[in-house]
């Protein structure tokens, strides 16, 4: 071995690989291999300080404390069942809220489709100032 002080031994009993690029956990301080490294690989007795998820709400999608001991999922449903300001009703709002102007007309539009001569809103029918009898500007309009 040219170089035997580079790199140094994974931490896990069963590997001790001799790794060039050696890992250190952030929770308990030991060096790990690329394999070893999460958590979960070399069973950190330290983890519970370091691996902290908060779980959120599924329908009003706020992020829900959780006290330590306390089962994630108990504690989103109770969540739901009191706090969650979750409100049906603005799931089904309304696209089509722009109504034409033109009397007569029912259609509504996504956008407003504003006339630049009499600043009214009009359906893509109705857009054109010859389609909605336009009295907007003194400017004589053409059939063009």
Not at 67 to 74: A, L, M, R, S, Y
Request: hydrophobic content about 25%.
């Amino acid at each position: 071995m040219e170089l035997p002080w580079l790199g140094e031994h994974c931490s896990e009993r069963s590997c001790k690989q001799l790794d060039f690029l050696p890992l250190k956990c952030d929770a308990c301080g030991e060096v790990f291999c690329k394999d070893h490294i999460r958590y979960d690989d070399h069973k950190c007795s330290s983890a519970y300080k370091k691996n902290v998820q908060v779980p959120v709400c599924p329908l009003c999608s706020t992020p829900i404390p959780v006290q330590k001991g306390e089962i994630p999922d108990v504690v989103v449903g109770a969540h739901i069942d009191k706090d969650c300001k979750y409100n049906p009703a603005q799931q089904k709002q309304k696209i089509f809220t722009n109504k034409c102007l033109k009397p007569g007309c029912k259609r509504k539009e996504m956008m407003k489709v504003i006339c630049e001569q009499c600043g009214g809103n009009f359906c893509i029918k109705h857009r054109h100032p010859l389609d909605h009898n336009c009295i907007g500007s003194s400017q004589p309009i053409s059939k063009a």
